[in-house]
């Protein structure tokens, strides 16, 4: 399950665990070829991994904060820090090693 985070529950959601964050745009082609594969990764690493999504149009403070320019934009945080991010659509295959070599 991937759940959709605003300026209010954002903190709370990276706070503790690995978190993966979506920043995206309804508009934006890439994004939305990526959306059913960042649901299959939230399912495929239940339990280890939470994967949260921020609109960029919606959560623009939580976008600039991250210095997210280029969507989609994934961020990987561990208890509230950033460990790594990366940017544009890619395969299941690679998004998913590039999430597990930090699980």
Do not use: R
């Not at 903190?11 to 964050?21: A, P, Q, S």
């Amino acid at each position: 399950m991937v759940a959709e985070l605003t300026n209010g529950s954002f903190n709370e959601f990276i706070k503790e665990g690995t978190v993966l964050i979506d920043f995206y745009a309804d508009w934006c082609m890439p994004c939305v070829m990526m959306g059913p594969i960042v649901e299959e990764v939230a399912e495929k690493f239940n339990g280890k991994l939470k994967v949260g999504k921020v609109n960029v149009e919606d959560g623009h403070e939580i976008s600039q904060k991250f210095g997210v320019s280029s969507i989609p934009n994934f961020v990987l945080f561990k208890d509230g820090k950033v460990i790594t991010n990366f940017v544009g659509a890619m395969s299941e295959e690679e998004f998913s090693e590039k999430i597990q070599k930090f699980l």
